[in-house]
């Protein structure tokens, strides 16, 4: 009892005593968890390049670029570079086949039981030095035909240029201001595209009407299944007539802005290609050029072959390490609000059944029961079949199928407090029963909710995984670390990047949700307070 | 003060109150097989302003009681009549309004606090649940509460500077004072206290007895106080009701008991009860009771002390005593004073 | 037994400046600090004190038997018979712990394995501290099962523990902590957990079989009844210091510290009439983490002077084996140099 009436909280011996509540408490003690300590930081860095992907300077992870295929990961060679090699490598093992490049009969039966393994990059590698050894010896001679073909090579790597439309804009003549071309009305536009194109406005009316009307009715194919072509017909023209001129216009725009946008694309690309302009521009750039006497562009350009893949390509030729960075949102994304749904499902329906007991803890616990006893795995892939194969209908089939768990633990955690006696107390105060659930039980359950949360997000990450293995996951052209995997399985002896680097990430995320998961216990857990 | 309570209006009145808990086996449909006659029709009255006190052992239905009496339990049997209400029948807006009378104390000062909240949410909670029912008379705004707790912890002996902590930081005597604030917040009637100083260590337990006695003074509350320490009850209470195997055995006025013990099981109880003075304590003959308390599962056909009573006799064995008034204001349930 | 009794000790125990620190995150506990006592063969010993005054852990200090880590024995002597407790090995202890030395622990309910019948808790327990068959073992358990009132020990020796109540529990603890021909018996809080009658029951039985096999007992509790009808010694310790040691009567009649007087006017008894308000220590006992150089009862003392706010006062001997530690009985130059 303090007697004395002091604005400070102090003990009768006049120390100052520090306030500290259970989680304080519990902070402390997982400051002290090096391993715990080290994967918040993980999971912090994993969270933060996810969410900032779209800023990073990073390739788009959708982009196909198709000479880069299977490019292997290299910190300091460029993609032209990496093409050359692979090129002249081929062509050293073509030689090498038709006996013009040869080598010693040891030599020989080394790469002849590299062949019989399938391990052909280590053919293709020690071709590489051996020929171009010899080249440099003058003992192996390019055929004419090769000679042409790494010339026609070597000039594609030189000129190539990837360009991006940003911006285009129409200069008025009269006024001589610059108007943005998405600002134009529809009729403007229109006129603008003739322009371009050098044609009457008649034909592109007519090109875009058709075209419209086209996507229109794909749409409603996609919706509804099973009609004749009349009717698709007669509902894209209802659709159509139904839409407000206001909608109508914008899906013009969208399609003349599309075809501008392309046109504008291939005459700047026309004019980068002229030899007066390769010899003058440095790349790469990011600048404004005049595509005609009323039209200009802003234009980032560069080298298409002066790229750089720190961890490779795939086989469509698309960076791996965006890929990643991008599967990574897809994941931890699946990971977070499949936790947090089955969570808030099965708090829901485990306190419930645990506070109230009786007939609706029978109840629920039965249809929990049932559901244990169905296939986890079957039930998933039921409900991706009927609602349809995507990232939210995966959320979904997820979240209704995990909640089985965590219903139980809550469910024992709330019938152990509810006979305690600050229960007992509420109630002889009249405290509803949502105020003792939500209020009081709840929140003294909420450290084994919080551990159990934390390691039920690899769980999570793992059966998406394992679905998109399965290429019942997320679909292409979106990635998540399973459906990596799972397309890097195909060519695991001779591109084992693709497997390795998506492999390694998910691994060392795991790992650290895990360890923090373990931390967060033993935080939690009064039984290793250390103290008296 | 005998005659003074036969006067008044009794503020609490329990009649024949039964709390049996079912013993079902069976795997879809229950079968009740049993029961744990935990209070087993016990009748007592509570006059205002005094404190009657429960004595008995563990498991002798006492803690049971009162959680009868405040309807934590759904009473299997009988009446509690308070300010002329019943409690048992009672609309749920009818025990609402009484309960805001009723007031718990608890015997165990680490779990009767919700470990997550802080006292000042602690002591207002009720306060909170009846403003949010518009229940409180008067209203009270957010600053009236706030002036309530600092007024209520203060009460109690609390530094209002250790408002926003944690219970887990304070004293079992300090968090017990916390539990008495909350009790006090509603301004009940009567305080049905549950052991409220078993758990607490000797100079605690003095300290704690002396504020509810002033507490009681000062607000003119009536408890209903349960122990199993003698020397608390006879301390605190008016007057003593002796409990075994859920029912009353003997009921008295607190001094009268100690003094004229009448039935044979108070007489083994007040006879084991160790006094501090090594003095008296070895010259003291002690009743040692043999054998242990029966299972609180079967059921009586004679008395129910009749396997451990010393002074037993042939017609215990199947006739049940009643509770009689044997001098003014003492009762006792034993053949031997029919 | 062992030939190690054909020598005689004047005191069977000898604690010298004991201290048992514990490392915490919030600091050091310091739960014994520096006590020292002595206990004679047949010598009833109690120790007082409130929670957390760090009677237990003088106890399984004794028994070697701290949590380390956090807690570390950190000064100090244990003499058992000579022998400095602290200094032997793990195997020589386990010698002495069960065989020399047992213990009871408060809680009969978990102490005992559930999942093994009793009789082969028991053989178990003689076995590995006595060179003798499992049937004489048998035989041996069944006398101590006798011998500490179970009736029927012959067959419920069988029986698993739940089948047994808390009081044939403590028992049955009670007969495996002196199946070993045990030298010292440390009973922790043995009735703590036990209904008045039962706690009679084995106190009489701890009594009578400690005087009938000469063994030394060590009884912790905060009971002070308890220490008055048992012990014939008694130590009271506050704050992990002992700061009164006397006699039982002698304690009684004149306790020195006021800590001691406080808690044994603090204490309603039935004996006495009730006159008014009970003696109250006010105040709270002391966290023990980080003390300040100080008497630590001096906040609830009454007749607290300037010097116990600074200085921890010196051991007094009152004559008679009679030691307080408080200013109140030096001289004024003690006070001055102090």
């Not at chain 1, 977070?336 to 059944?353: Q, R």
């Not at chain 2, 090594?278 to 003959?285: G, M, T």
């Not at chain 3, 002391?286 to 006062?313: G, S, W």
Request: aromatic share 8%; hydrophobic share 40%; proline share 4%.
């Amino acid at each position: 009892m303090k007697r004395e009436q002091k604005a400070k909280a102090t003990n009768e011996f006049n120390q100052v005593v520090m306030g500290n509540s259970l989680s304080k408490d519990a902070w402390r003690r997982l400051r002290k968890n090096k391993m715990a300590v080290i994967s918040v930081v993980i999971v912090a860095i994993y969270m933060l390049l996810a969410i900032t992907a779209p800023i990073l300077p990073i390739y788009s992870y959708d982009e196909i670029v198709n000479e880069h295929q299977n490019l292997l990961p290299s910190l300091t060679k460029t993609s032209g570079e990496l093409m050359w090699d692979k090129k002249l490598s081929d062509l050293y093992t073509q030689a090498w086949r038709q006996n013009r490049l040869t080598v010693t009969d040891a030599e020989n039966e080394i790469l002849e039981a590299w062949v019989l393994k399938g391990q052909a990059t280590k053919v293709w590698d020690y071709l590489l030095e051996e020929g171009n050894r010899q080249l440099a010896e003058g003992s192996f001679e390019w055929s004419a035909a090769e000679k042409r073909t790494l010339d026609n090579l070597e000039k594609k790597i030189a000129s190539d240029i990837q360009i991006t439309i940003q911006k285009v804009w129409q200069t008025n003549q009269e006024t001589g201001k610059k108007i943005n071309i998405s600002k134009m009305a529809v009729k403007d536009l229109v006129q603008l595209y003739a322009d371009l194109l050098g044609v009457p406005t008649e034909p592109i009316v007519t090109q875009y009407t058709y075209e419209i009307t086209e996507s229109v009715s794909k749409e409603i194919q996609a919706e509804v299944t099973d009609l004749s072509k009349e009717e698709y017909a007669l509902m894209a023209e209802q659709r159509l007539s139904d839409m407000s001129g206001k909608d109508y216009d914008k899906l013009i725009k969208a399609n003349i802005i599309a075809k501008i946008n392309s046109t504008v694309k291939d005459m700047a690309l026309y004019e980068l290609k002229s030899d007066a302009s390769q010899a003058s521009t440095t790349y790469p750039f990011d600048k404004e050029m005049s595509i005609t006497d009323t039209v200009s562009a802003s234009i980032k350009a560069a080298k298409m072959h002066d790229r750089r893949y720190y961890l490779g390509t795939d086989r469509l030729g698309r960076d791996l390490m965006s890929r990643i960075i991008y599967g990574s949102q897809v994941s931890i994304a699946i990971g977070l609000i499949g936790t947090f749904t089955s969570v808030l499902i099965g708090v829901i329906l485990g306190s419930l059944a645990g506070y109230i007991g009786g007939k609706v803890d029978y109840f629920i616990m039965r249809v929990v029961d049932i559901m244990y006893g169905l296939p986890y795995m079957l039930l998933v892939i039921i409900a991706m079949a009927i609602f349809g194969r995507n990232i939210l209908n995966l959320f979904f089939a997820l979240a209704i199928i995990s909640w089985l768990t965590i219903s139980r633990m809550v469910r024992g955690q709330i019938m152990s407090l509810k006979n305690q006696e600050f229960i007992e107390a509420a109630r002889s105060m009249g405290a509803s029963t949502g105020r003792i659930i939500f209020k009081h039980l709840v929140p003294n359950s909420l450290s084994v909710i919080i551990v159990f949360s934390t390691l039920r997000i690899p769980s999570f990450i793992m059966t998406e995984s394992f679905l998109s293995f399965l290429g019942l996951g997320v679909q292409a052209p979106f990635a998540s670390w399973g459906s990596l995997v799972g397309d890097a399985v195909g060519g695991m002896t001779l591109y084992p990047w693709r497997l390795f680097f998506p492999a390694i990430v998910m691994t060392i995320f795991l790992f650290a949700m895990n360890f923090l998961g373990d931390g967060l216990r033993d935080a939690f857990d009064p039984q290793s307070k250390n103290q008296l | 003060m005998a005659e003074a309570t036969t006067t008044r209006q009794p503020l609490l009145t329990v009649t024949d109150l039964k709390q049996h808990f079912p013993i079902e086996s069976g795997f879809i449909l229950k079968r009740q097989i049993g029961a744990v006659r935990a209070v087993d029709g016990i009748s007592f009255s509570v006059y205002p302003g005094e404190t009657l006190g429960i004595v008995g052992e563990s498991g002798c239905g006492k803690s049971t009681t009162i959680r009868s009496i405040a309807q934590l339990y759904k009473p299997t049997a009988g009446k509690v009549m308070f300010n002329g209400l019943d409690l048992v029948n009672a609309s749920k807006d009818e025990l609402l309004k009484a309960r805001k009378d009723i007031q718990l104390i608890f015997q165990d000062p680490y779990a009767s606090l919700n470990p997550r909240m802080t006292v000042r949410q602690i002591i207002s909670e009720p306060l909170t649940i009846y403003s949010n029912r518009k229940m409180l008379q008067p209203e009270m705004t957010k600053e009236e509460i706030e002036t309530r707790i600092e007024e209520l912890m203060e009460r109690v002996g609390l530094n209002k500077a250790f408002k926003n902590r944690y219970p887990h930081e304070f004293s079992g005597g300090q968090r017990q004072r916390i539990g008495i604030a909350r009790a006090l917040a509603l301004n009940p009637k009567i305080i049905l206290a549950d052991e409220p100083v078993s758990a607490l260590d000797v100079s605690i337990q003095s300290q704690i007895l002396n504020l509810l006695n002033d507490l009681q003074k000062d607000l003119g509350l009536t408890y209903l106080f349960i122990a199993h320490d003698l020397a608390v009850i006879e301390y605190i209470s008016t007057r003593v009701a002796v409990m075994y195997l859920g029912i009353i055995v003997e009921l008295s006025e607190s001094r009268d008991l100690y003094h004229n013990p009448l039935h044979p099981y108070t007489k083994a109880l007040l006879s084991a009860a160790p006094i501090p003075d090594p003095a008296i304590e070895r010259k003291r003959k002690r009743i040692i009771l043999t054998g242990d308390v029966p299972s609180p599962i079967k059921e009586h056909k004679g008395c129910y002390f009749y396997e451990r009573c010393p002074m037993r006799m042939e017609h215990c064995a199947t006739n049940i005593p009643p509770l009689h008034q044997v001098s003014e204001g003492h009762e006792v349930a034993c053949w031997l004073y029919e | 037994m062992s030939k190690k009794t054909t020598k005689q000790f004047d005191n069977m125990l000898e604690v010298r400046d004991l201290k048992t620190h514990f490392l915490t995150d919030a600091g050091i506990v310091k739960a014994v600090d520096g006590i020292s006592f002595d206990l004679k063969q047949g010598e009833t010993l109690g120790i007082v004190g409130e929670s957390g005054c760090g009677k237990s852990v003088t106890n399984l200090s004794i028994m070697r038997l701290i949590p380390s880590p956090p807690g570390k024995i950190v000064g100090g002597e244990i003499f058992f018979e000579g022998q400095d407790i602290l200094k032997l090995s793990e195997s020589e202890l386990r010698h002495i712990r069960g065989n020399m030395i047992s213990m009871i622990f408060q809680d009969p309910m978990t102490s005992l394995n559930p999942f093994l019948k009793i009789s082969t808790q028991m053989i178990e327990t003689i076995c590995i501290h006595q060179d003798i068959s499992k049937k004489a073992a048998l035989e041996k358990s069944i006398d101590m099962l006798n011998l500490v009132g179970i009736p029927d020990a012959k067959s419920r020796i069988h029986n698993y523990p739940h089948q047994f109540s808390g009081g044939m529990r403590q028992r049955v603890m009670i007969a495996m902590a002196l199946s070993c021909e045990a030298k010292i018996l440390i009973a922790d809080e043995p009735t703590t957990a036990l209904d008045v009658t039962i706690q009679a029951q084995i106190l009489e039985l701890i009594q009578k079989l400690s005087r009938q096999l000469n063994t030394s007992v060590i009884i912790i509790t905060h009971d002070l009844g308890v220490v008055a009808g048992m012990c014939d010694n008694v130590c009271v310790m506050y704050a992990g210091k002992i700061v009164e040691k006397a006699k039982t009567e002698d304690l009684y009649a004149h306790p020195a510290h006021p800590y001691t007087f406080g808690l044994i006017q603090s204490v309603p008894r039935l004996d006495k009439a009730k006159n008014g308000r009970l003696f109250s220590i006010e105040g709270q006992p002391p966290n023990v983490i980080d003390l300040p150089p100080c008497c630590p009862f001096h906040p609830r003392c009454e007749k607290a002077m300037d010097v116990c706010r600074t200085q921890y006062p010196p051991t007094k001997n009152l004559g008679e084996h009679h030691e307080v530690s408080c200013w109140l009985y030096t001289d004024d130059q003690e006070r001055s140099n102090g």
